[in-house]
């Protein structure tokens, strides 16, 4: 059983509002998602205050945990120094409900701020400050008559000789800014296995016969006559279905059946089958058979 004396935090510690232990939780390192969640649970019970006391079966609701990983969690925070844990106990020695004190103090440098110079600004500096000339060695013109105010103290020669220098020295000339061209999107090479169908020739049994060369060049039909019968019965069938009016898309119906094996098995009928050997015969007619060869 854990000690009941714990070092309760100091008054830096409890003077911290509930923003600043939110933004303490949010920059945390080193903990898991899950501890800091019971973390920012813990922030919300305490509100204004630096304590709290929920039982372990509400924060195991609010978490999603349960009261065992809880409990690992809660000694894993007070390991790192986040809160503190202190046991209070009933008059007849049985414990009740902890109380769980913010225990980590906020960083002594101040935050940076969100906005930073770019690097363009940077370089932009260093350019005016490198070759434009400083007021104070060209003399300051008054803002109320225009006039000329020069150093005391000097000749006249050499005031003239000063302010012919700085007329002299112009702004640099900064070339014209080019326009950037827009990145042209990389254009992305076809797959060899995607085959372009025509759906204003779908009806052609011509389109049907350069779809299935194609499917077969790209070794996703085999050359055989199982796999042609099948292309034909679904090519059969969706012909059908399209005169009747239920597809509106027959291309991508082909295409995909072409992508799964099982489906165009099971896809066309015994009609689409009939009609696919007529297409097989009089696209690919067979050779007589000559026994003298």
Request: charged share 25%.
């Given at each position: 059983?854990?000690?009941?004396?714990?070092?309760?935090?100091?008054?830096?510690?409890?003077?911290?509002?509930?923003?600043?232990?939110?933004?303490?939780?949010?920059?945390?390192?080193?903990?898991?998602?899950?501890?800091?969640?019971?973390?920012?649970?813990?922030?919300?019970?305490?509100?204004?205050?630096?304590?709290?006391?929920?039982?372990?079966?509400?924060?195991?609701?609010?978490?999603?945990?349960?009261?065992?990983?809880?409990?690992?969690?809660?000694?894993?925070?007070?390991?790192?120094?986040?809160?503190?844990?202190?046991?209070?106990?009933?008059?007849?020695?049985?414990?009740?409900?902890?109380?769980?004190?913010?225990?980590?103090?906020?960083?002594?440098?101040?935050?940076?701020?969100?906005?930073?110079?770019?690097?363009?600004?940077?370089?932009?500096?260093?350019?005016?400050?490198?070759?434009?000339?400083?007021?104070?060695?060209c003399g300051s013109v008054s803002e109320d008559n225009g006039e000329t105010e020069l150093p005391?103290?000097?000749?006249?020669?050499?005031?003239?000789?000063?302010?012919?220098?700085?007329?002299?020295?112009?702004?640099?000339?900064?070339?014209?800014?080019?326009?950037?061209?827009?990145?042209?999107?990389?254009?992305?090479a076809p797959s060899p296995k995607f085959i372009v169908i025509d759906k204003r020739r779908f009806?052609?049994?011509?389109?049907?016969?350069r779809v299935y060369c194609a499917a077969v060049g790209a070794k996703l039909l085999n050359s055989?006559?199982?796999?042609?019968?099948?292309?034909?019965?679904?090519?059969?069938?969706?012909?059908?279905?399209?005169?009747?009016?239920?597809?509106?898309?027959?291309?991508?119906?082909?295409?995909?059946?072409?992508?799964?094996?099982?489906?165009?098995?099971?896809?066309?009928?015994?009609?689409?089958?009939?009609?696919?050997?007529?297409?097989?015969?009089?696209?690919?007619?067979?050779?007589?058979?000559?026994?003298?060869?």
């Amino acid at each position: 059983m854990h000690n009941s004396t714990v070092a309760l935090p100091s008054s830096s510690t409890r003077s911290q509002s509930r923003s600043e232990r939110i933004r303490l939780t949010r920059a945390a390192t080193g903990l898991k998602p899950s501890e800091k969640l019971l973390l920012r649970s813990l922030v919300d019970f305490m509100g204004t205050a630096s304590e709290c006391w929920p039982s372990l079966s509400r924060l195991a609701d609010e978490v999603g945990v349960s009261v065992r990983h809880v409990r690992r969690m809660l000694r894993t925070l007070e390991a790192a120094g986040w809160i503190a844990t202190r046991y209070r106990f009933r008059a007849d020695r049985s414990q009740t409900s902890c109380v769980f004190a913010w225990a980590k103090i906020a960083d002594a440098h101040v935050r940076p701020p969100r906005t930073s110079v770019s690097a363009l600004e940077l370089h932009i500096g260093t350019i005016q400050s490198n070759t434009y000339a400083a007021p104070a060695e060209c003399g300051s013109v008054s803002e109320d008559n225009g006039e000329t105010e020069l150093p005391i103290g000097d000749s006249k020669s050499q005031q003239k000789d000063e302010l012919q220098i700085c007329n002299s020295v112009k702004s640099p000339v900064l070339p014209p800014a080019t326009p950037a061209t827009p990145a042209t999107p990389a254009t992305r090479a076809p797959s060899p296995k995607f085959i372009v169908i025509d759906k204003r020739r779908f009806l052609d049994i011509k389109e049907a016969e350069r779809v299935y060369c194609a499917a077969v060049g790209a070794k996703l039909l085999n050359s055989g006559s199982v796999d042609r019968l099948a292309f034909f019965a679904c090519w059969c069938a969706i012909v059908a279905k399209l005169r009747a009016g239920k597809v509106q898309h027959p291309e991508r119906m082909m295409r995909f059946l072409l992508g799964n094996r099982k489906a165009m098995s099971a896809y066309p009928d015994h009609a689409a089958e009939v009609k696919a050997r007529e297409a097989v015969r009089f696209l690919f007619p067979e050779k007589p058979y000559n026994p003298h060869r």
